[in-house]
Each structure stands twice: as structure tokens, then as C-alpha cells.
């Protein structure tokens, strides 16, 4: 007789008597975040390790339009000896630094080779008076 199978019954009875059960406790509150949200606080961020070691902000302009628009110039540097690709956007914000659901959509940005790109962006409504520029690596 083969004693293979016969092991194999303690176990298979063990799981038949524990079921599907879990250990979930749950509700379970909210862990803060290991890295600082600089998203809710800065005016320029980049989104990932890549953009961080090749892009940098030379400047940013701002300025109100005639209809209370906020419009948003950034000039986005290609720090490398190589040319690169990134992609960029803008979500607008209000005094409190909340989004006012007005966010661009990414857009394709081309650097040569230690080269200055000015990238704008425009607000859809007049709520919008703070902002952040996002930058990250083109997919």
C-alpha cells in the first residue's frame, strides 16, 4: 500500500475544517504616505526617477486672462546630452490648493539635447487660482 495518500489526510482534514476563514479585523484606518505629497504643496513636480535625474523647471509665468482664466507657461530643460521625451500636464487648483476638476490632459513634450521647451496650459473656468505641473517619463 502506498503511504503517500495517507499523509495527505491529515492535511485535506485540516483544510475542511478551517474553511474559507480569514483573519480580516477589518475597518481599518488609513496609513499616511512614506513620501511627502508634494503634489498638494509645489508648484512643479516630477513624477518619477527618470524625469528627476533629466528634467528641470528653468521658470514658470503666470498670468490672468481678460475672462479670469488662469494661464501657465513652464519651461521645462533637458538637462542630458541626449535627446528626450516627456509628458506633461497641469492640474489647477483653487486658494486652498483643492482641485477645482479642471486638470489638462498629458501632453508630449520633446527635448533636444540640453535644450528649453515652453510648455503652456490654460484653465477651462475662472476658479482655478494655484496649480501644479506634472512631469513624467513618455510611455
Request: aromatic fraction near 6%; glycine fraction near 4%; charged fraction near 25%.
Amino acid at each position: 500500500m502506498n503511504a503517500k495518500p495517507l499523509l495527505l489526510l491529515p492535511l485535506l482534514g485540516a483544510m475542511l475544517i478551517t474553511g474559507c476563514r480569514t483573519h480580516d479585523r477589518g475597518p481599518y484606518l488609513p496609513e499616511n504616505s512614506k513620501r511627502a505629497a508634494y503634489e498638494n504643496t509645489e508648484r512643479f513636480v516630477l513624477l518619477d526617477p527618470g524625469t528627476q535625474y533629466s528634467v528641470t523647471c528653468s521658470g514658470i509665468n503666470e498670468r490672468t486672462l481678460a475672462d479670469g482664466r488662469l494661464e501657465v507657461t513652464a519651461l521645462l530643460r533637458n538637462r542630458e546630452n541626449r535627446r528626450i521625451e516627456v509628458q506633461a500636464n497641469c492640474v489647477f487648483k483653487d486658494d486652498h490648493m483643492m482641485p477645482v476638476d479642471d486638470e489638462t490632459p498629458f501632453q508630449a513634450v520633446i527635448l533636444s539635447e540640453n535644450a528649453t521647451e515652453a510648455v503652456k496650459f490654460t484653465s477651462m473656468n475662472n476658479r482655478a487660482k494655484k496649480y501644479t505641473i506634472r512631469v513624467r517619463q513618455a510611455r
